[in-house]
């Protein structure tokens, strides 16, 4: 009976696998066998020296966490199942002589021979955990394709190897002394199941995420959002707010209003350039500054049209990165300077307002600062309350930012200050 259930946990767990399901419903399955096979074990002739096999082979499923084979779901899993496994193993053996959870789990980690190394080991994959303690402890951090790290110990399932300066575990099977290139980037399709998403109107377009290359990656993606920039975005109406609330400020659409245009097409410079040209070549400016930085970007727009609506936009920021800017110059000829669109009052206890305009307003002011501190000219105190639907859909701080109005100067010179400036305040911000 005992080895019964074994190998139903086994392939259970390979169902699991194989169909790379979520964790929770991989649970679930372990969850419904084990109870079978508890019920079996309490429903059955329970004899004395049955009941010692039971916690002999009980302790024999403490191996099964490290001899399942650590493909990409079951390092995600791992610490998980083998938790589990553990606890159910405890369940098992209650009423005689058990081991504890814990105990049988560092005795698996234990139980590993490395075999030394002193090499340079490549990541072949995405978001790999980087453990204290091999098979289950806690995870330091996340590795990604081509991040590279020194490797001090090596068995067929766990490699030791050296991260920031203290020792820790990753999974073999992610790791090879071939050179692998780091990834730079990769295009974000819209996802219509994600919060808000069936608010947007268009989203047939792509964004593009970056990635730091650099030793100095900070783990924040920044989206960097050039106003403006879809054919067709004027005549098209979308929500204002997601809960279909009304308007409480003017703005290009008046208060009042249940919906606006889903991208309208922006002003244009007093030269006759448009300001999604502007907004443009302040975001590549930007991306180029927050890379160095070790920023990760997610660049919304990066040719003169990208099919993607301002909701579409705030709804992939939400999904992709921890904060968004969106580039804007306003529509007035005065030079009036930079500031940024603070949260409205009328909104502020609405979801998901209510959970984020603290940290948007702190966004826009730590922004305001950096291109202060860079000698920008700042318009009045910095910011003017307004209702977007940038604001109204975000879940991140997020902030739209007014750099000038149609006369002001864009040169190549000037644009780099501005850059510069919207960097030292996102490191404000972070810092
Ligand atoms: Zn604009």
């Not at 099964?64 to 650590?70: C, L, R």
């Not at 005549?235 to 009042?256: F, M, N």
């Not at 940024?340 to 826009?364: C, H």
Request: charged letters at 20%; proline letters at 1%.
């Amino acid at each position: 009976m005992r080895r019964n259930i074994k190998k139903r946990i086994l392939l259970s767990a390979a169902a699991c696998m194989a169909l790379s399901v979520s964790l929770s419903s991989c649970k679930k399955s372990y969850e419904s066998e084990f109870n079978e096979a508890k019920v079996s074990v309490e429903e059955g002739t329970l004899t004395e020296s049955t009941a010692n096999t039971a916690a002999a082979e009980a302790q024999t499923l403490t191996s099964i966490g490290p001899t399942v084979p650590a493909d990409n779901a079951q390092e995600h899993v791992s610490a998980e199942t083998s938790a589990y496994i553990a606890s159910q193993t405890a369940t098992v053996q209650s009423g005689s002589a058990g081991t504890s959870s814990a105990n049988a789990a560092a005795e698996s980690a234990a139980a590993i021979n490395f075999e030394t190394r002193d090499e340079t080991v490549y990541i072949t994959k995405d978001d790999v955990n980087i453990r204290k303690a091999a098979v289950d402890g806690e995870v330091l951090g996340k590795a990604n394709t081509g991040d590279s790290f020194h490797r001090t110990g090596y068995s067929d399932k766990w490699s030791r190897i050296e991260y920031n300066g203290v020792t820790a575990y990753i999974s073999s099977d992610y790791t090879t002394t071939t050179v692998v290139e780091k990834k730079t980037s990769e295009s974000v399709a819209f996802n219509t199941g994600w919060e808000f998403g069936g608010n947007s109107k268009i989203n047939s377009g792509t964004a593009t995420l970056y990635y730091a290359t650099g030793s100095n990656k900070k783990g924040k993606t920044v989206c960097v959002n050039a106003g403006h920039g879809t054919k067709g975005g004027s005549s098209v109406k979308t929500l204002c707010h997601p809960d279909g609330t009304p308007k409480v400020t003017g703005g290009s659409t008046a208060a009042g209003n249940t919906t606006a245009t889903a991208v309208s097409s922006g002003t244009t410079m007093q030269d006759g350039t448009s300001e999604a040209y502007v907004n443009l070549k302040v975001a590549k400016a930007l991306k180029s500054v927050l890379l160095e930085r070790g920023y990760n970007v997610l660049m919304i727009r990066e040719s003169d049209d990208v099919q993607l609506d301002n909701i579409a936009r705030t709804v992939m920021a939400n999904e992709m990165s921890n904060c968004h800017i969106a580039i804007h110059y306003d529509s007035t000829t005065s030079n009036k300077g930079a500031f940024f669109m603070s949260v409205a009052d009328g909104i502020k206890n609405m979801y998901p307002v209510s959970t984020i305009w603290q940290e948007s307003d702190r966004l826009g002011t730590s922004v305001i600062s950096g291109l202060s501190s860079n000698g920008v000219k700042i318009f009045s105190g910095g910011s003017m309350q307004m209702d977007l639907t940038q604001t109204s859909y975000s879940k991140i701080p997020s902030i739209d930012l007014e750099l000038g109005d149609k006369v002001s100067d864009y040169s190549d010179s000037t644009v780099s200050v501005l850059a510069k400036g919207i960097a030292d305040g996102i490191d404000v911000f972070y810092s």
